[in-house]
């Protein structure tokens, strides 16, 4: 049995009544076909039935009798429902605001399918239409919220703590969206968000709540998190700065700010040249460009100088920022301020060149009297390698001619004074005893609560033989060594 296909053309805004009007005219056997074009507005009328062989023309919009006329006489076998008067009204016709005209059984099917709450409302604040997501939101069925008022379905504490967050209004639209807690079925508040929308020349207006708790929490995390970065940036000794694909800076911490006399925001934008010199600027470019286009980290010792004109000696450290894709972003700069380190190291050099170098034998021990350090004269004049003297104790050098009391008296004025000097004796690795003029000094590291001893010899025994030499010739003849007359004189 073959089908009857039914063009219909609707002019209006509601196609439930257009489905309604035809299935009273048509019983349920032999039921045609519909296939319907829909137009909001008569802009497109004329040329619409044109185009199309129509069986319906239902218009739900108000037309002139000229036109009305007019598809009479071109489209005599059409059938024709004006559903509003022929003459046009200065005012639009309302639209209803019943929920049987606005949603559909098949958009009502939607809304429920959709887990976020919906609803519908007037101008009145009475509810037109919700789905199911929003009916469970307060704990009840759709059609218990359905006719109700806004403040019948919402207590009074919630829409006390709800507030407007942000508004865009226009000529023919207004959206607003609102902030607040809402309690679940449980009695647990969450944080939700309510848009709310203007239709229909706002006389309707359309609710989504959204519910925004865990991404509030992660926010608020989030916000711990970069204050937590923030605050560690900026206590530390560190000059930390950040830079975007061009080399350009955006951010910055305290240190930072303090070394170029600016504040961050300031800084937000501008380059290497506005804070150092031509010099220092382009070998910094250098340095981001190799980091960004090479995705590598760049270390290096160098020198910047602030804005006081000082210069520093800086270790830097530069690493690439990186997309969750791998791509380059910018780069994160790290520079330790190391001058006094700088400076502490050149004088450790210096002091190391004179330790080793020394005519004088210079050994430094624990507080308990154990070698840790010795230089090369040392090894030499005590006959000791190096490494046989690290870790021996100062008195393997000592000898028996001063006697025990000799020494102690050395300790008790190291413990008084700090210090000590004065004419020894000592041992060498053959046994041998030499003299030599013995300085002692005392130092403290107050921090660790440790203190070392360094001892510093000078040989006397080349002295003593000049000594006995020219006493020897003072008396005598150098070439017979018999005694000469300034002897004999003194013997009379």
């Known amino acids: 049995m073959s089908v009857t296909i039914e063009n219909i053309l609707y002019v209006g805004a509601n196609i439930k009544l257009v489905e309604t009007m035809l299935n009273v005219f048509h019983g349920n056997e032999n039921k045609p076909t519909y296939k319907t074009n829909h137009l909001f507005s008569c802009i497109d009328m004329q040329a619409a039935l044109a185009e199309h062989s129509y069986n319906y023309f239902i218009c739900e919009q ?19 429902f004006y559903l509003a008067d022929s003459e046009v009204k200065k005012e639009p016709k ?18 429920d399918a959709i887990s976020i709450p919906i609803y519908y409302r007037n101008k009145k604040r009475v509810f037109i239409a919700c789905n199911i997501a929003f009916a469970q939101l307060l704990g009840l069925l759709p059609e218990q919220v359905v006719g109700k008022h806004f403040l019948e379905i919402f207590p009074r504490t919630i829409l006390d703590d709800i507030r407007e967050v942000k508004k865009t209004d226009s000529a023919d639209h207004q959206v607003t969206l609102y902030s607040g807690n809402f309690h679940n079925q449980a009695g647990i508040p969450r944080e939700m968000e309510l848009r709310l929308e203007a239709l229909s020349e706002r006389n309707m207006f359309i609710g989504m709540i959204f519910d925004v708790q865990e991404r509030n929490d992660a926010k608020r ?16 000794s560190l000059l930390i700065f950040f830079k975007d694909l061009d080399s350009r800076f955006l951010g910055c911490n305290k240190p930072f700010e303090k070394f170029i006399g600016c504040s961050e925001k300031e800084l937000i934008g501008q380059t290497d040249e506005s804070f150092f010199t031509l010099e220092q600027a382009t070998s910094c470019q250098v340095q981001d460009e190799k980091v960004m286009t090479e995705n590598t980290v760049f270390c290096s010792e160098e020198y910047l100088t602030s804005h006081t004109g000082e210069r520093h000696f800086v270790k830097m450290k530069k690493v690439p920022i990186l997309a969750k894709d791998g791509s380059v ?21 210096v002091a190391n060149v004179v330790f080793e170098n020394s005519k004088d034998s210079i050994i430094v021990t624990d507080a308990r009297g154990k070698i840790i350090s010795a230089n090369n004269s040392a090894s030499q004049i005590f006959g000791y390698l190096n490494k046989r003297l690290l870790a021996e104790d100062i008195r393997l050098l000592y000898t028996d001619n001063h006697g025990v009391p000799f020494y102690k008296s050395i300790e008790a004025s190291l413990k008084s004074d700090k210090r000590w000097q004065g004419e020894v004796s000592y041992t060498t690795q053959n046994g041998d005893v030499y003299f030599a003029w013995l300085e002692i000094y005392v130092v403290e590291h107050i921090d660790e609560g440790t203190l070392e001893k360094i001892y510093s010899y000078t040989d006397l025994t080349q002295f003593q033989s000049e000594q006995e030499r020219i006493l020897f010739l003072s008396k005598h003849d150098p070439q017979t060594g018999l005694y000469n007359r300034v002897a004999l004189f003194h013997r009379l």
């Not at 108000?62 to 024709?80: C, G, V």
């Not at 995390?221 to 530390?236: C, G, N, P």
């Not at 700069?333 to 050099?349: C, E, H, P, S």
């Open 221 to 236: 995390l989030l916000e711990k998190e970069q204050a937590r970065l923030r605050a560690t940036a900026d206590i530390s």
């Open 62 to 80: 108000a037309i002139s009798s000229e036109d009305m006329d007019k598809i009479k006489n071109q489209y005599p076998q059409l059938k024709t």
């Open 94 to 111: 309302k639209v209803s605001l019943r929920a049987e005209d606005l949603i559909s059984e098949d958009v009502q099917v939607a809304l």
């Open 329 to 349: 972003q910018g780069l994160i700069a790290v520079a330790q301020d190391i001058t006094a380190k700088n400076i502490l190291r050149k004088n450790l050099n």
